[in-house]
C-alpha cells in the first residue's frame, strides 16, 4: 500500500464499491488492516460500500434473546455498538473509515456524538435527493421514514460503529431492495414495536447505482472533502 502525503489524507477521502457479495469476516479483516494503515499515516480514509450474504450480528448491546435466525443465517460478533442487525443481498453497506483525531471539517476532532450525528446526517440528505422523506428519533438509532403500507414510522437504514484508537470503521446499512422478511429472524436493533421497510416499497424505480450516486453527491454536503477513487480498490 503506497504511502500517501498527510495533506491528502486530511483533505481526501477514497470511494471503494464492491461489484459481488463480500463475506463478512473477509469485510472485518479489510477494514481492520484499512484502519491500521489510517493511524499510521500509510493509508487514506475510505468509504466502502459493499452488499454482505444473507447473515446476523451482533453489537455489544445485543440480547441473546432477540435471534431467533428460523434459517439458520451466519452470526457474528461485530464488535460494533448497538444490536442485533441483519445485512444481505439488496443492501448497501457502507463501511466508513475516519481518522476522527484529525477530521477534515467541519467533522470536529475526537467528537464521537457528532460523528454519528454527521453519519446521520448523510443518511437523510442522501434519500432527500431521492425524493424520500427521512429523519431521527430520540432514544432510536438508526434513520427512519414513513411505511407506504400502514404510515407508520419504519426503519430504513441502520447505524453501527466502532472506534479504534480514534479510528472509525463499520458504519451505516440502507435497505435498498433485500429481502425484508429476513429481518424476521431478529428484533432489528433491540426494538420489536417497530418495523423495517426500503426503497424499493418507497420509490420501486430506484437502483443501488440511484443509491450509490446519492450517497457520493451527499457526503460532501455533510463532511466536506469529496470522494476519488480508491487506487488501492484491487489489491
Not at 481492520?32 to 450474504?53: D, K, N, S
Request: hydrophobic share 40%; aromatic share 8%; with cysteine.
Amino acid at each position: 500500500m503506497p504511502a500517501i502525503a498527510t495533506d491528502t489524507i486530511l483533505n481526501e477521502i477514497s470511494w471503494r464499491t464492491e461489484k459481488t457479495l463480500v463475506d463478512y469476516e473477509t469485510a472485518q479483516n479489510a477494514m481492520a488492516e484499512r484502519v491500521a494503515a489510517i493511524r499510521a499515516g500509510t493509508a487514506a480514509p475510505q468509504v466502502w460500500l459493499l452488499e454482505h450474504p444473507p447473515l446476523y450480528t451482533a453489537g455489544t448491546s445485543a440480547r441473546p434473546e432477540d435471534l431467533f435466525n428460523p434459517r439458520g443465517f451466519p452470526t457474528y460478533a461485530a464488535g460494533r455498538g448497538g444490536q442485533w442487525t441483519y445485512h444481505g443481498p439488496g443492501q448497501r453497506i457502507a463501511y466508513v473509515m475516519l481518522d476522527l483525531a484529525n477530521p477534515s471539517p467541519p467533522l470536529r476532532p475526537k467528537d464521537v456524538r457528532a460523528y454519528v450525528a454527521s453519519l446521520e446526517a448523510w443518511l437523510i440528505e442522501t434519500l432527500r435527493r431521492l425524493d424520500v422523506v427521512s429523519f431521527v428519533r430520540e432514544g432510536r438509532v438508526g434513520v427512519w421514514t414513513h411505511d407506504v403500507e400502514n404510515g407508520r414510522e419504519a426503519k430504513i437504514a441502520a447505524i453501527g460503529v466502532r472506534i479504534s484508537r480514534w479510528v472509525s470503521w463499520h458504519g451505516v446499512s440502507i435497505n435498498c431492495d433485500p429481502d425484508l422478511s429476513d429481518f424476521g429472524g431478529i428484533v432489528p436493533c433491540g426494538l420489536p414495536e417497530f418495523g423495517v421497510t426500503s426503497l424499493a416499497k418507497i420509490r420501486p424505480d430506484l437502483t443501488m447505482a440511484d443509491l450509490d450516486r446519492a450517497l457520493a453527491e451527499a457526503w460532501p454536503v455533510v463532511f466536506g472533502s469529496a470522494p476519488r477513487p480508491d487506487l488501492t480498490a484491487g489489491r
